[in-house]
Structure formats: structure tokens, C-alpha cells
Nanobody, 124 residues
Framework: QVSLMESGGGSVQAGETLRLSCQAS????????MAWFRQAPGGEGVAAID?????MYADSVKGRFTISQDNNKKILYLQMNRLLPEDTATYYC????????????????????WGRGVQVTVSA
């Protein structure tokens, strides 16, 4: 059974930095797409990365957020720099046992498993 657990959220001032982590367990697919969504599972797609290392970002976070993964430890990261008040949301990580495609961030329903989410609050 796949389990995803997010951590690293918090409350910061605009311009500051946070790094979210998502620990995956029970997942053994050789191909996958992992992503961060916010507001709700399958809500607004923020960033995704697949088993081939391909990454994609929402326009609203390009140049500020970086998605990465530690394959050995099965951890997904989201480095969030220059945070803005509009980044305030609950962030969820999700996994899909297929490689990412160009519409992955628009297709939250494709992701089969989700974590419980972590709150990020950015004040002006």
C-alpha cells in the first residue's frame, strides 16, 4: 500500500524560503510521475517530476520553485524560494504509476495516491 507523508510546511514572510518533503513508502513502480498540488488533492498543479527526471512547473512558480527527488530514500522535495502571499495553501504530494506528460499538472485526477497535505502560510 502506497503511503505519502508531507513535511516542511510553516509560516513565513514574503520573500523567504521553505522546503517541503514527501516521504514515499510502499511504492515500487519503475515508472512514475510525482507531483505537488496545492489547495486540495488534484487542485492546482505546482510541479511534477517523473522517473526519467523530467520536470514541469506551473507558470506561477517557474523560477522560484524547484522540484527534485532522492530516489534512494524515496523522498520528493519542493524547494520554494521568494515565496509570495498567493503561495499560501495546503500542499499535497501525489504519485501516478506512469511517466509525466505535458498535461500532468492539469490532471490531478490521474494521481492515484495522495498525502494528507502540509500547510504553507506566507504573510506580506
Amino acid at each position: 500500500q502506497v503511503s505519502l507523508m508531507e513535511s516542511g510546511g510553516g509560516s513565513v514572510q514574503a520573500g523567504e524560503t521553505l522546503r517541503l518533503s514527501c516521504q514515499a513508502s510502499g511504492f515500487s513502480a519503475s515508472e512514475y510521475c510525482m507531483a505537488w498540488f496545492r489547495q486540495a488533492p488534484g487542485g492546482e498543479g505546482v510541479a511534477a517530476i517523473d522517473s526519467g527526471g523530467r520536470t514541469m512547473y506551473a507558470d506561477s512558480v517557474k523560477g522560484r520553485f524547484t522540484i527534485s527527488q532522492d530516489n534512494n530514500k524515496k523522498i520528493l522535495y519542493l524547494q520554494m524560494n521568494r515565496l509570495l502571499p498567493e503561495d499560501t495553501a495546503t500542499y499535497y504530494c501525489g504519485v501516478n504509476p506512469y511517466p509525466c506528460y505535458s498535461g500532468s499538472l492539469l490532471s490531478g485526477s490521474d494521481f492515484e495516491d495522495w498525502g494528507r497535505g502540509v500547510q504553507v502560510t506566507v504573510s506580506a
